[in-house]
C-alpha cells in the first residue's frame, strides 16, 4: 500500500511541477473560465502515465470541482463552456467538450446547442 501512496504523492508533485509551464501558457488564468484565482494543475483523462502539459490544465477550484470524479458543479456556472469547447488548446478543449457533454446529458439545453454548434478538429474528435 506504501509503495502505492509514495507513487501517487509522486504523481501528485509532477503535476504540480507543470503549474509554470501551464500558467505560461494560460496567462495566469483557468483555461476553461478565465478565472484567475485558486489555480492549479488538473489531469485531463486518457493521457500518458507520467504527467504531460499537453494532458493538462490550468484551473480554477470551481473548474476542478466540475471536472473531478465527483462532478460538482452548478450549470448556471457554466455557461463560459460556450467559449471554452473552441479553444485551440486541446487539452482546454477536450476538458471544456467533455465536462460540457456532461451538462448536456444532465439537460441543460444551452451546453447541448453549444455542442450542436461546435465544429471538432477530428484529430481533436479521436482523442474524446
Ligand atoms: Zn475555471
Redesign the pocket.
Known amino acids: 500500500m506504501a509503495r502505492g501512496r509514495d507513487r501517487h504523492q509522486a504523481h501528485q508533485q509532477a503535476l504540480a511541477g507543470l503549474g509554470r509551464v501551464l500558467s505560461r501558457r494560460a496567462g495566469s488564468s483557468?483555461e476553461?473560465?478565465?478565472?484567475g484565482a485558486g489555480l492549479r494543475p488538473f489531469e485531463v483523462e486518457g493521457g500518458p502515465s507520467e504527467p504531460d502539459p499537453e494532458w493538462a490544465v490550468l484551473?480554477?477550484e470551481?473548474?476542478r470541482e466540475a471536472m473531478g470524479p465527483k462532478g460538482r458543479w452548478s450549470a448556471g456556472e457554466l455557461r463560459f463552456l460556450e467559449t471554452a469547447v473552441w479553444s485551440d488548446v486541446v487539452p482546454a478543449q477536450l476538458a471544456a467538450v467533455r465536462l460540457a457533454r456532461r451538462v448536456a446529458e444532465a439537460g441543460e439545453g444551452w451546453a447541448r446547442d453549444a455542442l450542436d454548434g461546435l465544429y471538432l478538429d477530428p484529430s481533436v474528435e479521436v482523442l474524446l
Open positions: 483557468c476553461l473560465c478565465g478565472e484551473a480554477c470551481r473548474c
